[in-house]
């Protein structure tokens, strides 16, 4: 174990997939960092029972309400805010001998404190850095920045890396895949769970299919409910909230989702804390994004409930699921596609039944809770030792 002291920086409270693989790094460094986090809710209170020191930054408002398609000058007016965050930031960080920004926001603040607080910084970038995620501005101000004070960058996915450097980011990065733990998938009674959610949504013994991520456009459930039209039978469940400002996008889910062709048949359950009950209650797990999806912690986890997985083909998809002998791949916004994916996994109990296994291998295999811990703690470690050596030589 090191003596690094970490002070780590996420914008959000809400449980992103971003925020749950930090979770599981908080619970592992728990004894040697801080998380600081610039608004409240339940990500909170998961790393306090985690056991890990957490604090919000209050007064944090103006900052979080710029868009990921917002422009230069409208961002502008948030620069007295900004200013107190980042000193409040700095001073944070002299208990610490690194911080490690977790966010797109956190990367802003964090670079401008890593100045005045003079400490190393690792931004672990989660998020596909194209037009089809962050306004040009975003990109600009965010890739400067890393090129800028960033000592290390942590991408999530080849696919993640690939675009830092396409957008004209020069710090290395080093990727590291999220790692799930498997243990909360194998401990499910997978019979009892499947026959409490088919109870609790009335669909009988019918096909039944599951997306469980936030609902956002670029998630693509609406291509799930396109897919449910041409597949009378089967019953879709949407697993997930609208985390960050996407409820005009739930209300246009649950309007098309009120259309005769599906209407019964599409099961908004808002966001859960049991998923690996509620995968393993499904026949297959699908995911729809229709923008490059950065990892996907999702499609892992339903492989590690044993479950046939249907993911979009692009991004770090492309980097889990091996098409035809893990998972099946479609290519994103196709909902005949899907439909047919999902058709012909239905139709055929015995194929079903490879893909799950060999995927479940897969992800055991490459996805390792352990390995990804250990290959973070390296980078954090060396970072923080190279730092040190600098100030003392
Ligand atoms: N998730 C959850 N409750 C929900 C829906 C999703 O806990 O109701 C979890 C899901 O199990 C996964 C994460 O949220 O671990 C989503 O991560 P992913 O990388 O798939 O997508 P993101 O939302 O980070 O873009
Ligand atoms: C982000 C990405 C998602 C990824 C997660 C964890 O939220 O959207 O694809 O799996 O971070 O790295």
Redesign the pocket.
Known sequence: MSNSRILIVDQTGQ???????LLDFARHRRKDCDVLLFSDGPFRERLEQAGVSVAVEQGANDVLAISREQGLWSSLRVVPNLANLVWAVAMKSRRSNLLYANSQKALVVCALASVIGRRPLIWHL?DILTASHFSAAMRAIAIRLANWRASCVIA?SQATADAFAAAGGRRRAVVIH?G?DPAPFSNVDAEAAGTELRRQIGCGDSPLVGV???L?FW?GQHIAIEAARSTPDVHVVL???P?FDEQAYEDKLRREADNAEVRGRIHF????????A??SAVDIVI?T?IAP?????????GMLAQKPVIATAAG?ALEIIEDGVSGLLVQPGDAGALAAAMRAILASPNERADLACRGYESALRKFSLEACLAATDEVVDVTAGKSARRRFS
């Open positions: 449980l992103g997939g971003g925020e749950l693989s989660h999530n999220n799930i469980f991520s936030r956002a998630k697993v997930g909230g985390l359950l808002g966001f859960r804390n049991d998923i690996p509620l995968m995911h994004s999806e950065p990892f996907g912690r999702v499609i892992v986890e770090g």
